[in-house]
């Protein structure tokens, strides 16, 4: 079946938008993770009524910074590495699928269980062994 959008998103494309394939730069590297990490089947389980994820182009810098306070924190805590993190952009199922299968796969994940309605990842790790920047 051929896609008249985005191969990723289903975003309509515009003539030179992005990448050959993609609406943005964000699609294609996101399609080449789950190609790489043999997660295709998020393309099945994808809601094709859901919105594109917005334009990340005002995504502060700082935001790196605070996910390391976060867990920093969190560790000096004691909280055994929980955390609830609200995750912009997730509009399907698939999504949901993806962010949880990514996470999970990461080293030092206990546990990672993602609300599609409230648009939060909550997760579990040992402290010292997940990185949640790279996440």
């Keep these: 079946m051929k896609r008249s959008g985005c ?6 494309l515009r003539r030179g938008s992005g990448p050959e394939g993609f609406c943005c ?4 590297q996101v399609h ?4 790489k990490d043999g997660l295709e ?9 859901g919105r594109p994820v917005e334009s990340l182009a005002g995504a502060e810098p700082a935001e790196g910074v605070a996910l390391r306070r976060l867990q920093t924190g969190v560790e000096r805590r004691g909280d055994s590495g929980t955390a609830g993190l609200r995750v912009a952009g ?9 962010v949880e299968r990514i996470a999970s ?8 269980r993602a609300s599609l ?16 920047l790279a996440l």
């Design 7 to 12: 191969i990723h998103c289903g975003t309509p």
């Design 25 to 28: 730069a964000g699609c294609e």
């Design 32 to 35: 080449g993770l789950i190609q």
């Design 41 to 49: 089947a998020f393309y099945a389980l994808q809601d094709q009524t």
């Design 90 to 98: 997730m509009t399907c199922v698939g999504c949901v699928w993806l």
């Design 105 to 112: 796969r990461m080293a030092g994940c206990r546990a990672a």
């Design 117 to 132: 309605q409230e648009r939060v990842l909550e997760l579990s790790w040992e402290p010292g062994r997940f990185d949640l």
